[in-house]
């Protein structure tokens, strides 16, 4: 059976996580929240958790799984151009992520990794656009990313054997964070995220994350990918990361606050993996044709394309095929972008 494509509004997709959090999702999807427990939505997502079972995999409205749908017409969502270089692989996974509680410490092996001790084809190199903060226990909006000074492997083993968080912590940069606020988070590189962060998040389209921290109720299943502890942690970035190194990764090519139509979010160094784009409408903005993720953050307007119109507002996400050619989006609105590598 032929489906014409068209752009088609997603319901959320949250699956049970180890951590709390979802608040900031429900506030912007306007819906109830799930459950304290369920603090990521897999936004147009092709990508299922680690741990299998089609976790995470997000449905179409005619109950098909996006997945199984672009691979049955790979050109019609992706084009023929992206099909060339990366086969079926959309190459991107987006979620909007919200954290009640400071997010474990953790890391996410690279490309070449994943490749030699899991017979994957992606790393996770990942990046953050913050879409909404609020204070927990009266501690401003943070992260923790990389470490201040060069750790010995023999330090690693030691804290993760002890569980010694404040010692994690302590080697770590704190990075604050508001509204607006962009991070690009390298794979290999640990990190932790503060408690009331709402966040959009671009990655390579894997679930694979290294815990050094067990989770909050003690367990540390699949922690290490069921890897060996010591081939695990090898993929960490034990490097120290200066100020002036932390700086690349919060650079944009423009500031997400700027009052521009479309702000190009991320440094040149996320270009390779996947882009992102601040839109503000107060009028009509055109996206030129590809395949993209559309989270609609505040706001009510129209996308038109050449075959159809449709309504859309604050707190929708909508997948827009590459068949589709060049949309244009018109009201009083903001949104975010997310895009795969250029081709």
């Excluded at 909006?141 to 010995?152: C, E, I, M, N």
């Excluded at 794979?187 to 390579?204: K, M, R, Y």
């Amino acid at each position: 059976m032929t489906f014409a494509l068209a752009p088609v509004a997603l319901s959320s997709n949250q699956p049970e996580r180890t951590y709390r959090g979802g608040e900031g999702i429900s506030r912007l999807r306007r819906e109830t929240q799930r459950g304290e427990f369920h603090p990521e939505d897999f936004v147009a997502s092709t990508t299922e958790v680690f741990s299998g079972g089609g976790v995470g995999l997000s449905s179409l409205p005619d109950g098909r799984l996006l997945r199984d749908a672009v691979t049955a017409d790979p050109i019609g969502y992706l084009g023929r151009e992206h099909v060339a270089r990366f086969g079926a692989s959309t190459e991107i996974l987006v979620k909007i992520l919200d954290t009640a509680e400071r997010l474990f410490v953790h890391f996410h092996p690279a490309a070449g990794f994943a490749a030699q001790h899991l017979s994957l084809g992606h790393g996770k190199t990942e990046a953050w656009i913050v879409v909404a903060v609020r204070e927990i226990d009266d501690d401003s909006p943070h992260a923790h990313l990389g470490f201040t000074r060069d750790v010995s492997e023999g330090e690693i083993e030691q804290w993760v054997g002890d569980q010694g968080v404040t010692g994690m912590l302590g080697a770590m940069h704190r990075v604050e964070l508001r509204q607006g606020s962009t991070l690009f988070v390298p794979a290999g590189v640990p990190h932790s995220i503060g408690p009331g962060i709402t966040l959009v998040e671009l990655q390579e389209p894997t679930d694979l994350s290294v815990l050094l921290e067990a989770t909050q109720n003690g367990q540390q299943e699949d922690a290490f990918l069921g890897l060996d502890r010591a081939v695990a942690l090898s993929a960490l970035d034990r490097h120290g990361w200066t100020k002036a190194d932390l700086s690349t990764l919060t650079a944009t090519r423009q500031r997400a606050d700027r009052i521009d139509t479309v702000t190009q979010l991320f440094p040149a160094l996320a270009d390779p993996f996947f882009r992102a784009e601040w839109i503000r409408a107060d009028g009509s903005v055109l996206l030129d044709t590809g395949y993209s993720v559309l989270i609609v953050l505040d706001g009510a307007g129209e996308l038109t394309w050449d075959g159809g119109i449709q309504r859309v507002r604050g707190g929708e996400s909508l997948l827009l095929p590459h068949s589709v050619g060049d949309v244009t989006l018109s009201g009083k609105l903001s949104a975010i972008r997310a895009r795969p590598p250029a081709v």
